[in-house]
């Protein structure tokens, strides 16, 4: 083989190289040395060592932005997985119901901008939701949702779990048509009971399809910016942040570039152990050791 | 398969039928408010419910005038039309560009010979793992230097670099089920390797072509970050970055006009859906399971 025909092939996976090394490595590399400098992005960056680190987690911000994206990890898991569990056994035991599928997945392609605006408006102290409140009495819970805390984190959580019950039900119905008919029809000839069958044979089988969607739901959870920036900035005074906005904030508010990369690598790090997980799962099925 | 049982069967159908139903109209409630709403004028949204129509004047035509007022914008500040055009090319050249690159890279990594082909993919695939805020900084400064901040070049080229990762990811998986006996005897023929992809693997990469599409495009389009980060002006800003300063703003062009705005920023996508919404349930599968088909 002659030298050009060896490297014929390389030449294909140069376009894709190129993009993703100058877009995507290279920035990631540089935010890692950024997180060790002092910089604003005009003056010449100064190395200061650990002090962003030790900065950021000595700021109670930061804590509040912990505690809160754990709340939403923890509520990315709760709501849309479970609903879109039990929306996906709804429609599996209701075949046909291809409309209701597809208006409950509808939220999937709305952008997180547009679900901020909806629900934004529907938090106000003269919204829906208190008008509904008002309707069957709860007079005394009216308030301006997104203004008061806690109630302002756990408010766009509830949005989210809107936005994710769709996509969670697709998965998991797809799940639902891969398990095969003889383990249900065996049980259902030995006698079990619709909630033996659902808890027993459907669900179990479900393992897999469930550990994907917690952890997607876990990646989720940590990332979650859109929605808290379109409808509170993290406010009011940054009780209501997440590591994604205060990254945002101390990057392109304030430009601490330095502060904003060390949130940044943080965060990363938080998600990149998720992410593993993740890897494993879908690794595995796509055969990446061929 | 049916699994209710038969002698109870018209009884839970009938539950589980008024629940799914109940379930539905909650969720479309909030979209709900957002059509009724967007037929109002001002005054007429603050005298009703969000929920009720208000008929102060004509809905259809405040809704006309609505949309035109979030499209056009107002002296003080320009609504989201342009930005509609903007997102259009971001989100489809993003998407097509991504496409093809990262076809040429699976055709590499799955068929062609190639060392340390596992350490290529994994450089590949590394986009998809990190949260977009670790790539902010550093393309934000580069953008700056090279005069690409702010341009609809360094938006795309952004965009397209974000894209490519998981095409990769599909492609390669597609292309593994290619029988490696149809790339020999093409090469034994005499074709050139790219004569080979353009013959045989392109013809038979149109579904996986079609899911990225739509995903990518959807992604694009929806996107918010790399848009507030990396346009700061109304002639290349995405629609999505403008949608969020219009309802910064809301006092000057109005709630109803925001919300039109936000139902015609939305159509391209949700109309993607509905169309193709098959292949989206599809593509979640591959996506999040890793099945290649």
């Not at chain 1, 025909?5 to 040395?33: C, D, G, S």
């Not at chain 1, 599996?92 to 408006?121: D, E, N, R």
Request: glycine share 6%; charged share 10%; with cysteine.
């Amino acid at each position: 083989m002659t030298v050009v025909k060896k490297i014929k092939p390389y030449i294909f996976l140069i376009p894709a190289l190129v993009f993703v090394i100058l877009f995507l490595i290279y920035p990631a590399v540089h935010t890692i040395i950024v997180s060790f400098m002092e910089w604003n992005g005009i003056s010449k960056p100064q190395w200061i060592g650990f002090d962003n680190y030790v900065h950021m987690l000595q700021d109670p911000a930061f804590w509040i932005a912990f505690r809160n994206t754990i709340l939403w990890v923890i509520g990315s898991i709760l709501i849309p997985v479970t609903l879109g569990l039990i929306a996906a056994l709804l429609i599996y035991m209701l075949p046909g119901q291809k409309t209701i599928k597809l208006l409950l997945f509808l939220p999937y392609a709305l952008s997180g901008v547009v679900i901020s605006i909806m629900w934004s408006y529907m938090y106000r102290l003269d919204g829906a939701i208190n008008g509904i409140l008002k309707i069957i009495g709860f007079v005394e819970n009216i308030k301006p949702w997104l203004q008061v805390v806690p109630a302002n984190t756990f408010a766009m959580i509830i949005t989210n779990g809107w936005r994710m019950t769709g996509t969670n039900m697709v998965l998991f119905s797809i799940g639902m048509q891969a398990i095969p008919d003889e383990p249900i029809e065996a049980a259902y000839i030995e006698g079990s009971s619709n909630w033996q069958i659902m808890t027993r044979v459907i669900i179990p089988m479900m393992a897999s399809t469930t550990a994907v969607v917690v952890i997607m739901a876990i990646i989720n959870g940590f990332n979650v910016f859109d929605i808290v920036w379109v409808m509170t900035e993290g406010g009011p005074y940054r009780s209501s942040a997440t590591l994604a906005v205060n990254m945002y904030r101390e990057s392109f508010v304030i430009f601490k570039f330095g502060r904003g990369a060390a949130n940044a690598v943080t965060l990363s790090l938080l998600v990149f152990v998720a992410a593993i997980f993740y890897m494993r799962v879908i690794f595995k099925k796509s055969r990446i050791g061929e | 398969m049916f699994i209710i049982k038969k002698g109870k069967k018209i009884y839970w159908e009938v539950i589980l039928f008024s629940i799914i139903i109940i379930w539905v109209a909650v969720w479309l409630f909030p979209i709900w408010n957002v059509f009724v709403s967007a037929m109002k004028s001002i005054d007429g949204y603050i005298s009703s419910r969000p929920w009720e129509f208000s008929f102060d004047v004509n809905p259809i035509i405040q809704f006309y005038e609505n949309i035109v007022r979030g499209l056009a914008g107002t002296q003080r500040g320009s609504g989201i039309g342009p930005a509609f055009l903007n997102s259009m090319i971001y989100a489809t050249v993003g998407a097509i560009t991504a496409i093809i690159f990262a076809s040429l890279a699976a055709y590499a990594l799955s068929c062609l010979p190639i060392k340390g082909r596992f350490v290529f993919f994994l450089i590949l695939f590394s986009g998809t793992v990190f949260p977009l805020q670790i790539y902010l900084i550093p393309l934000f400064t580069f953008f700056q230097k090279t005069g690409l901040y702010d341009t609809k070049l360094g938006l795309t080229l952004a965009y397209t670099a974000i894209c490519i990762p998981f095409c990769v990811f599909l492609l390669r998986n597609w292309y593994l089920d290619i029988p490696k006996g149809i790339v020999e005897s093409a090469t034994i023929d005499g074709a050139t390797e790219l004569q080979t992809f353009w013959h045989i693997f392109v013809p038979f990469s149109m579904p996986p072509f079609v899911t990225l599409f739509l995903f990518q495009f959807t992604w694009v389009w929806n996107d918010f970050i790399f848009g507030i980060t990396f346009a700061r002006s109304r002639t290349s800003r995405p629609i999505m970055a403008l949608l969020a300063g219009l309802q910064n703003m809301y006092s000057n062009v109005g709630i109803p006009a925001v919300l039109a705005s936000a139902i015609i920023a939305s159509l391209p996508t949700v109309l993607l859906l509905v169309a193709f919404r098959n292949t989206f349930f599809k593509g979640l599968a591959v996506q999040y399971g890793g099945s290649s088909k």
